[in-house]
């Protein structure tokens, strides 16, 4: 009797055992997975110094000036490897060394004795406080570097996600007088995207300032400076007549109705920047916006910031991956992701003199990953 269900399982064994036998056969000898064993005493432990970091140049953005960022770093230590993480604390987020420090100080991650264990450890550091974002993120990021050493494998190879399709990256130009702008464009002339912040009611001198040096294509950053819809759908037509590619945060964040109806209406997409700091805010805001701007500081960290891309992607939305003002090590961790964004704002190491790592590079203008372990950086600073 010919039972199809027998002949399938038959084959199936055969199939098996052709593969089992495989190597033999063909005079290979399977490689010994090595499995790196824990002491069973290993403790997460977790430390912290605050840092400030020294800017460039003078950076003015609508709300603020600036000449540095006051950061605080981070290590996770377990069994004798160690993971970097960091918060960055531009001040008109509300967080700063006091904060971050008070916040750290309750996170006790003695109570985990496996440091692969991320969901359960980011969820407890998550429901220690409502806000502390970049708090959370200095923990996240460090905990990732940890378990991408432990896993021996850089996170975009973790992820799946291809190293040579990071994007080029924008290099921010600030706001200031025509001939500091026309400057930093020139300085600027590694970069194949410039970045231009503008609402501050001289947009059309800015671009004008850029222009008289470069034709390159440029992003705009609004930081909710414009207050008029109708002023925001005229602008954006005259930036794209400008080789503009895309608005980000135009209008307050408030602004829901006005902002969906300029998205509607304009011919250059519009990125949400403040309106969106977490997955919770992209899953309200995806109708009124073309995309979004990813930051770890505003949404924890790398845990949140893939599951955020991940949604944007499902949902056909542009993706950007931004960063603050931040040494190579945030960034670094940040540029895992942007294999798969639409555009890159990772210029943070660029903007200021006294980094404390090495990771991603910038090469030719594009974002070039790092394929060490982790997070990919090493310190280059460790007297600071
Ligand atoms: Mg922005």
Redesign the pocket.
């Known amino acids: 009797m010919n039972n199809p269900r027998r002949k399938f399982l038959k084959n199936s064994l055969l199939i098996t055992g052709a593969i089992i036998a495989a190597p033999k056969a063909m005079g290979l000898t399977a490689k010994k997975i090595e499995v790196k064993r824990f002491s069973k005493k290993a403790k997460l432990r977790l430390s912290f110094r605050p840092y400030t970091l020294e800017l460039k140049h003078v950076f003015t953005v609508a709300s603020n000036s600036r000449t540095t960022t006051p950061v605080m770093l981070t290590e996770i230590e377990f069994d004798g490897i160690v993971g970097y993480g960091e918060a960055s604390m531009p001040p008109y987020l509300g967080e700063s060394q006091e904060t971050v420090g008070k916040f750290l100080s309750k996170v006790d991650l003695s109570q985990f004795s496996d440091a692969l264990d991320m969901e359960n450890i980011l969820q407890y550091v998550d429901t220690i406080d409502t806000y502390n974002t970049a708090a959370k993120a200095s923990v996240d990021i460090a905990l990732h570097d940890l378990a991408g050493k432990l896993m021996g494998q850089p996170w975009y190879h973790i992820w799946g996600y291809d190293p040579s399709k990071t994007p080029n990256t924008s290099f921010t130009i600030g706001m200031d007088t025509p001939d500091v702008v026309k400057q930093m464009t020139m300085e600027a002339s590694p970069y194949k995207i410039l970045k231009v912040k503008l609402g501050k009611g001289n947009d059309k001198e800015m671009i004008e300032s850029v222009r008289a040096i470069t034709n390159k294509p440029l992003y705009v ?1 609004i ?1 909710q400076g414009w207050k008029d819809k109708q002023y925001a759908l005229d602008m954006a037509h005259w930036l794209k007549e400008q080789g503009v590619l895309f608005v ?2 135009p209008m307050p964040k408030e602004s829901v109705d006005d902002i969906a109806w300029l998205t509607a209406n304009s011919p250059l997409p519009i990125i949400a ?2 309106a969106v700091q977490r997955l919770s805010d992209l899953v309200k805001m995806r109708e009124a916006y073309t995309g979004v ?1 990813i930051k770890l500081m505003k949404c924890t960290g790398m845990r949140e910031a893939h599951k955020m891309v991940e949604f944007a992607k499902a949902y056909n939305m542009k993706i950007m991956i ?1 960063c603050m003002t931040e040494t190579s090590c945030a960034v670094s961790a940040a540029a895992h992701l942007s294999p798969v964004a639409d555009f890159a704002d990772l210029d943070g190491p660029l903007l200021i003199k006294n980094d404390v790592f090495d990771g991603m590079k910038i090469t030719d203008g594009k974002v070039t990953l790092s394929d060490r372990p982790g997070i990919g950086i090493t310190k280059i600073n460790d007297h600071q």
């Open positions: 950053d930081n980000e945060q920047d403040e701007n931004g």
